[in-house]
Each structure stands twice: as structure tokens, then as C-alpha cells.
């Protein structure tokens, strides 16, 4: 007993071997912690119901708030060890603590704008979103930034919350029109088009295929419209191939797609 006793006074009076273990046991917490958080996550990703994606947002950013939390602590507790008295320098610490305010506003909005996106419901983990021009799938949400999984190229976009002013949510609808010559008979039109259809619900990966009927009438043409009902992960490649699918099937019907033509006579 006297030997740990003089054993743990010796560590408490190299504060090099204090600072080591301080470190290490806020390291141990927080893989603890992590891995705690990251359990309760692939329980929550076996789970698709929208309830569960927000619980996925909150325990994302709830790591995200530790990992900060952590570090800080540990800190202060380093410089307490080195000898800096930080009741007092905290205490002393109003102006420069306003310079570095103003030296990190950006990351302070970035945060501000975190916590609004979460209270807001702007969107969840596992959304599928439009954030500036971008559509995809929402990775995660920090507190100082979002990142997106793009679903047209795979690439991951990491935006900072306080340049994110709206988001579209993007729903599994998508529409496409098919512009036929007004001198083509409608019924055969429907005819075609319903066949595209049919092929369409057993070649690609929908929901469902809907014939919509004719969607207005434009100058060269009559347009009719498809609505295709795809799984958002789906939805880019589903359009690709029925709108190919629509064009060698009236090609192979010989007809036409309209397009605007501009007549040039040349006055002599």
C-alpha cells in the first residue's frame, strides 16, 4: 500500500506522465463514447422509417458535440497540470477571446447554422436533398458542416452549414415527355407508348410506370407524358434508359421527333 502510495505520488509530481495519462484516459472515453454511438447507429441504419433517420441526425451530431466537449476538457486540464492557472485565465480572457470570436465567426455561423438545420428539420440523415445545384444523399450532418453523397457521380460534397440557405427535397417522381408530330394518330401514339411502359416496369428498377395522357400542345408538336416512380438511387438511371427506350421505339416506328427549324430566305 505505501508502495502505491509513493508510486502515485511520483505520477502526480512528473506532470509529464500526468499529461500522458490525462491524454490517454480522454482518448479511451471517448472511443468508448464512439463506439457506443456508432453501435446505436448501424441499429438505427437496419431501420428505414423516417423517425429513425432523425434519430440518426441527433446521435451524429450528439458525437460530434462530444469529440469538441473532449478536447476542451482535456485542455484545460493539460495547462491546469502545467501550472497555468485557468480559473484565472479564463477569467482574464475577455478581449482576447472577442479577437478570436471575430477571427472564427465563420466557424460560429457554421455552428449557429448546424443546430438551425437540426430544430428547423431542414433534412435528416439519409435524405435524399438539391443543396446548391447538388442532388443527393445526405451523409452526415456536423456541427460545422453537412456532406452529400452526389447521386450522379458518387462524390462526396462537404458544404459549411452557414452556406446552406435551403435544400429541396427530392421526391422518387420523376416525368418525362415524349413530343410527337401532330400528324400521328393519337391512339396509335398511346398504343406505343404504352408498350414502352410495359417494357419499362420489367427492365428497370421502379415502383411503378404511369401513362399521364397528353400534356399540352406545343408549337411543333403534341406532348404526352410518362411518370416513372423510382427509387431515388435509381431515379438518373431509369430516365437515361427510357428516354433511349422511347427513341429507338419511335425510330423504329418511323416517326419523327419534332424540333424547331428556321426557314433563311435570302432576298436578292
Known sequence: MKRFKEA?????QNKLILIVITILFAFIVYELLRGFINKQLNKINKNKKLKSKKHATYLKLLKSIIKYVIIILTALIVLQICGINVTSMVAGLGIIATLIGLALQDAFKDIIAGFNIILDDYFSVGDFVEVD???GNILEIDLKCTKIKDITNDNVL???N???LKALHISDIVDIEVPVPYEEDTLKIEKIINKIIQETKEKENVKDVLYLGINRFADSAIVYKIR???PL???FEAKR???R???LTLDKEKISIPYMQIDVHNKK
Do not use: M, P, Y
Request: aromatic share 4%.
Open 241 to 243: 434508359n427510357t428516354l
Open 233 to 235: 438511387e435509381s431515379r
Open 133 to 135: 445545384g447538388i442532388q
Open 228 to 230: 416513372l416512380i423510382v
Open 162 to 164: 452557414r452556406n446552406i
Open 245 to 247: 427506350r422511347i427513341k
Open 158 to 160: 462537404v458544404i459549411g
Open 8 to 12: 502515485l505520488d511520483l505520477v502526480f
